[in-house]
């Protein structure tokens, strides 16, 4: 990305642009929204909770006295009496990660001003969205079904469920947040909020499209967590 | 509603040609300033009672609520602690108090004034009056957010209080809330009162995060033409980067929270290892204790300098000002700073020593810790030579300063004992770990709010506090904050075990008792003394001596707002110009002994001055 353009101020490359940017007034992360600036920074101190959850997971399944189930077995589905392992877990990660994809391409409409590709590609975010909670409540009332709890477990350490359902709850309702926002967003960009520059219900602030990007980070986010969550109890 | 805003962006839009106080925009100019990055932000102005002093969207109004709330629940804090002292030198009075009680109020005490006053009143309070106004900025970058993290903070403190009016009362497994005992019977509280404080504290991290965004950005983003990072006055720094740690360290807490919630309400196994509870076997097995010590103290021990790290900050000021000289090695201050926030989160297991670790970890985290001895220790001397040959004020404010210096190295000495696992495993569990952390992160950073407080109020209410009743309001509370905590030491010397509801016929009780009444008059005598500050707060607020503009000749952009009190947006029409950093004092050849930041160069062109 070209940097921007900024009155009385010039641009240096590398780390010694990165020094002059830190010593320089006003800003230091040059051109770069308030709320985006906040989003990164959000996002830090989530990274940091669901490393400690995956941190606990890790030391939880390392010292159980009793096995850690078969994760192939576990999350299988049995397609016409055959068990498939990995199926529904391949679809569920493919959706999500699609659904990055049309988010981008939203954020990408948005500063195009081509307001009704952005609406749509956002709606399409949030469905991919919806499907994935819906797949993750299928799997989650498959596992409740066969006996899991978070506080028992047929197939060995208790630990399994309670953190399989910890954790992928916790993900799962930041996705279901996610999706929240992304309908209230839709809905403002179908009714041009953005490109009026009306102002918020709760917040006042004239809408703007970076608001879209801003959300997009977020959803990128949830996207990455899901890869890790999908390593460690699937791929482990 | 357009009106409600600023809707000035095309005038206020600052560019160097028609602002002045920028120069002209030549580059060889000496008071050249670029121009602003970023339109004048718009702000939402109350016009009612509900949005101009409820949920009003000022940061101002917003770090006075968060003060006078932090000060409402440290003052509960410091009823519970009374009552401990009463129970602990005069069992016999108290005889209302049982055992389960004494351990309620420990716990209560504890997390009140760690989490609830301490973090609240430097970061809520003081983060939100101070840093837009020392940034130069209008307010913080998201008000509205701002906003619902105080009423975040005001719902968790009452959940918390709540704890005391459910069945079972508040837990009362010590404020570390260890499991398993925080959560199996026979610890007070381990129904409801543990479950109320998980959600308390899970509120807390959820308000605060949204607090702290704002400090971060608006530190980051949002200060004025000419403030640089290295302009910022340290109170700055210090509140920026204890910000950066609570970002960091709380998540642990919370992740802490959520999972001794589900231990307790659905029965998980996390913390919890097969375990016996009144003969019975229950249904928990193979979780690990340990795991919760961990995060914990990873978020436990930032949050020490959490509560230390704004105090640097804040105390680093007040002296450069009553001390009317720039405050020496500025720089190293902030990398030391910047470094203690850094090496805190390698330390943490120093609270663990006696559970049990690889003795090559316990090396290791006595390295850690003894290493932050060097940029504290830098700190200080750089605070007594920022004192030495300066020309001192010896005001209210100026004595908390050296109470706050003293005691913050007699704190910090014995956290070097402390930080020894040979020397830690038997003084663990005593009163001097008591006398340690009262000493250190008590009464050390109680000390600089108390002068904060002298400082600020002219401020924030255009009128002095009584320099005379604050004078009493020093004695009392630094000479009774020592008598508390320096016979704990010798206490712990002889192993008097601390969160033990009575001696009973231990052989060290004969010397112990007549020392624990003694800290115990001590004890009531300082938090009555307390009550000094709140009647010359009531006091002065109508009938105090007017201060007037910037009554301490102070040189930081807070004292030069259009009006004192700060109206909402801070600076009037426009926003200050900043050419200095913000202690300039006693320049030779200068006019007056202070040069505020907004003085251009061309005006002080014959004093010796450095460019900074």
Not at chain 1, 1 to 9: F, L, R, V
Not at chain 2, 544 to 554: D, I, L, Q, S, V
Request: charged share 10%; net charge neutral.
């Amino acid at each position: 990305m070209a940097d921007p353009k900024i009155e009385g101020y010039e641009f240096k490359p590398g780390y010694k642009g990165m020094a002059a940017d830190a010593g320089s007034d006003q800003t230091l992360f040059k051109g770069v929204h308030w709320g985006k600036a906040m989003m990164w920074i959000f996002l830090l101190s989530d990274t940091f909770i669901f490393s400690c959850f995956l941190i606990s997971y890790m030391k939880g399944r390392g010292s159980t006295p009793v096995e850690w189930p078969n994760p192939s077995e576990v999350f299988a589905l049995h397609v016409g009496g055959v068990p498939v392992p990995l199926l529904l877990i391949a679809i569920m990660t493919f959706v999500l990660i699609t659904s990055s994809g049309t988010m981008a391409l939203a954020v990408k409409y948005g500063y195009e001003r081509n307001r009704k590709m952005c609406g749509w590609l956002i709606l399409a975010t949030a469905l991919g969205g919806l499907t994935f909670v819906g797949m993750q409540a299928f799997e989650w009332s498959k596992l409740i079904h066969e006996g899991v709890r978070p506080w028992e477990n047929p197939f060995g350490a208790k630990q399994f469920g309670s953190f399989f359902f910890m954790i992928t709850g916790f993900h799962g309702t930041h996705v279901s947040i996610g999706v929240i926002f992304l309908c209230i967003y839709a809905y403002k960009t179908f009714a041009g909020h953005y490109d009026e520059g009306k102002r918020g219900w709760f917040t006042t602030m004239k809408g703007d499209y970076v608001e879209i990007e801003i959300l997009g980070l977020y959803w990128h986010f949830v996207d990455l967590v899901w890869v890790f969550i999908f390593a460690f109890f699937y791929l482990w | 509603m357009s009106e409600d805003f600023n809707d000035k962006t095309t005038i206020q839009a600052q560019s160097s040609e028609t602002i002045s106080g920028g120069g002209t925009g030549a580059s060889s100019d000496i008071d050249y300033v670029r121009p602003a990055e970023v339109a004048d932000q718009d702000l939402y102005h109350g016009h009612s009672f509900l949005t101009k002093w409820v949920f009003c969207q000022d940061a101002k109004v917003i770090g006075v609520q968060y003060f006078l709330l932090a000060t409402f629940t440290g003052i509960i804090g410091l009823i519970l602690s009374w009552l401990m002292r009463l129970q602990l030198g005069y069992p016999e009075l108290a005889g209302f108090m049982t055992a389960e009680h004494y351990y309620q109020f420990v716990t209560m005490h504890g997390m009140i004034m760690v989490v609830y006053f301490l973090t609240a009143l430097f970061l809520g309070g003081f983060g939100n009056y101070l840093i837009p106004l020392m940034c130069g900025a209008r307010d913080m970058v998201f008000p509205y957010v701002n906003m619902v993290s105080f009423w975040m903070f005001f719902i968790a403190v009452a959940v918390l209080l709540a704890s005391f009016f459910v069945p079972g009362g508040p837990t009362g497994a010590g404020w570390t809330l260890y499991p398993p005992q925080s959560i199996i019977e026979g610890t007070p509280g381990s129904g409801m009162g543990i479950i109320l404080m998980c959600l308390s504290l899970v509120l807390f991290v959820a308000g605060f995060t949204m607090g702290g965004l704002n400090y971060l950005i608006t530190v980051l983003q949002a200060r004025t033409r000419g403030m640089t990072l290295m302009r910022m006055p340290l109170t700055v720094w210090g509140i920026f980067t204890a910000t950066v740690l609570a970002m960091l360290a709380f998540p642990a807490l919370l992740v802490g929270g959520l999972m001794m919630s589900l231990d307790k309400i659905l029965g998980t196994s996390f913390f919890m290892p097969t375990i016996l509870q009144a003969g019975e076997v229950l249904d928990y097995s193979g979780g690990s204790p340990i795991l919760f010590q961990h995060l914990f103290w990873f978020f436990g021990h930032p949050e020490v300098y959490i509560v230390a790290l704004p105090a640097f900050g804040i105390i680093s000021d007040l002296i450069s000002v009553h001390a009317r000289k720039n405050i020496f090695g500025y720089r190293m201050m902030v990398w030391a700073i910047v470094g203690i926030g850094a090496l805190s989160f390698f330390v943490w297991a120093h609270h663990m020593y006696v559970s049990g670790m690889n003795p090559w970890f316990g090396f290791f985290f006595a390295t850690t810790t003894l290493i932050i001895a060097v940029p504290t220790a830098m700190k200080v001397y750089n605070w007594i030579l920022t004192l030495w040959r300066g020309n001192i004020r010896l005001n209210v404010v100026m004595l908390w300063c050296l109470g706050f210096i003293i005691t913050f190295v007699n704190g910090g000495i014995t956290g070097i004992f402390l930080g020894n696992v040979t020397v830690d495993v038997p003084l663990s569990d005593t009163y001097f770990v008591i006398a340690h952390f009262h000493m250190v992160m008590g009464i050390a950073p109680l000390m600089v709010i108390m002068g904060a407080v002298y400082h600020w109020f002219p401020l924030v209410s255009g009128r002095f506090l009584s320099e005379k009743l604050g004078k009493w309001h020093f004695w009392f509370t630094f000479l009774g904050a020592y008598s508390i905590y320096f016979p704990m030491h010798y206490l712990g010397f002889i192993g008097v075990p601390r969160r033990y509801f009575e001696m009973y016929d231990s052989p060290y009780v004969t010397s112990a008792v007549g020392m624990n009444e003694f800290i115990s008059i001590a004890a009531f005598i300082v938090g009555a003394a307390q009550f000094i500050l709140i009647y010359n707060i009531i006091v002065s607020l109508r009938m105090g001596k007017p201060a007037g503009k910037n009554p301490w000749k102070a040189n930081s952009l807070e004292w030069h707002t259009s009006t004192v009190p700060p109206e909402h947006g801070n600076f009037g029409e426009k926003l200050p110009v900043v050419h200095r950093w913000p202690y300039d004092y006693s320049v030779p050849g200068a006019k007056e002994d202070f040069i505020p930041q907004t003085t251009p160069p061309s005006e002080v062109a014959e004093t010796e001055i450095e460019k900074t």
